[in-house]
């Protein structure tokens, strides 16, 4: 395995993770990733992670860089419910 297949795979794992429960979730939702006009492809983008606790859970939002630009996109979401 090459180690973008590697980081692939470890990008893949944590998505599964954190995506659903921050873009399908039922108690936040965090919007889709935007920059330069379009969704950002979280799996070709850089990703980096920023904790938030809501009502005494930690929640794990995404925030990758713009694979155009370069720029960090800044997660934001709402509370459902
Ligand atoms: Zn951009």
Do not use: S, W
């Amino acid at each position: 395995m090459t180690r973008d297949e590697q980081n692939l795979a470890e990008k893949k794992l944590l998505l599964a993770i954190h995506g659903d429960e921050v873009f399908k979730g039922k108690i936040i939702r965090q919007e889709r990733p935007f920059c330069c006009g379009a969704d950002i492809d979280l799996l070709e983008a850089r990703l980096t992670f920023v904790e938030v606790k809501i009502r005494n859970r930690i929640f794990t939002l995404l925030e990758p860089y713009c694979p155009l630009c370069g720029r960090k996109a800044k997660a934001t979401f709402h509370l459902l419910n």
